[in-house]
């Protein structure tokens, strides 16, 4: 089936069976193109909680179609690849996860949204890369908290907030590989760029940013920055929408260390296709289950996320 071809028939099927498209920055520009709401991860869990369709197809990865069908039980969450996992969440398993909270009984949990329905229910509150520092914040500060999975999340939070949370040894293999030496490359040929990173990069690469934030935090400076270029230090699907919304200005996205090419893509987010999307609708299915013991403890830290970011105003 050619692209146009395909287009319509998923927006047919869209009509017919009253679902609604969510996708995630990073995945592919025509999949953003076609969905009903593109998004962070915060975004994405906040119109999970509020949409009126019957079937929710969650482009991104599996932990957040899990997040969709916590918040929304009744409905349908289809994904379009069930094999389109998160390095993250997989660094943290539940039950060792559930060991190391057990043998700290004293500590707040505030887990990361990158992670199964499994470990959210292991979780006190939930949080995103927009929120954490005002999550966080919102603890007296004598309280422990265990962070976890993103070290590198967790040690950005702890050097903007003076906290001392105890972090769990977990991280994002595209964030991982953003390298200091790539980004002084490229600085070197534009000199007056301005870096934007995400927070779950390594430290030594955070110290180097103009600008540290959310995909939806990088977005929102890009737009209302005076500057016209930057080097973008996260998965590079977020350069489509920076592009659209701010088409003057230049967007460079810097490579993983380990390759010459000028991009560093989650393989999983990549496996969302416009092909897969409209077999998902046609079929109903790969569908998104979550066992119901599970989800009546992952839903309470998910539910406070969102009951304090509104209160927040994120």
Same mark, same amino acid.
């Given at each position: ?55 929710? %197809? ?7 179609? =899990? ?45 990361? %949204? ?8 292991? +979780?006190?509150?939930? %949080? ?100 016209? +270029? ?42 969302? +296709? ?32 969102? =009951? ?7």
């Amino acid at each position: 089936m050619e692209k146009a071809e395909l287009i319509s028939e998923i927006e047919r099927l869209k009509k017919e069976k009253n679902a609604v498209i969510m996708a995630h920055y990073y995945t592919n520009g025509e999949i953003q193109d076609i969905a009903d709401c593109v998004g962070d991860s915060l975004a994405l869990a906040q119109w999970a909680a509020k949409t009126d369709a019957d079937i929710i %197809v969650l482009c991104g990865v599996h932990f957040m179609g =899990e997040t969709a069908k916590i918040l929304s039980p009744n409905k349908k969450v289809l994904v379009p690849d069930m094999e389109a996992g998160c390095s993250l969440a997989d660094s943290c398993p539940a039950d060792e996860f559930a060991k190391f909270v057990a043998q700290h009984p004293d500590h707040t949990v505030i887990s990361y %949204v990158n992670t199964t329905a499994a470990v959210k229910a292991h +979780t006190d509150v939930v %949080v995103t890369s927009t929120n954490a520092k005002q999550i966080v914040e919102s603890f007296p500060k004598d309280q422990k908290i265990i962070f976890g999975p993103d070290k590198n999340l967790g040690s950005y939070i702890n050097s903007i907030t003076g906290r001392n949370m105890l972090l769990w040894n977990g991280a994002c293999h595209v964030h991982e590989k953003f390298s200091v030496n790539k980004i002084l490359d490229l600085k070197k040929q534009y000199p007056d760029a301005q870096v934007l990173v995400h927070p779950e990069c390594k430290d030594v690469v955070v110290r180097l940013a103009d600008k540290v934030g959310s995909t939806a935090g990088l977005l929102k400076y890009a737009i209302s920055s005076e500057c016209n +270029t930057f080097l973008v230090a996260t998965e590079s699907g977020i350069l489509h929408e920076m592009q659209k919304a701010a088409p003057s200005k230049n967007f460079i996205a810097i490579p993983p260390v380990d390759s010459t090419c000028g991009c560093n893509d989650c393989a999983y987010m990549k496996l969302n +296709t416009l092909e897969k999307l409209y077999n998902v609708l046609k079929n109903e299915g790969p569908e998104v289950i979550v066992d119901d013991a599970v989800r009546e403890k992952a839903v309470k830290p998910i539910h406070k996320m969102l =009951e304090i970011s509104a209160k927040l105003g994120l």
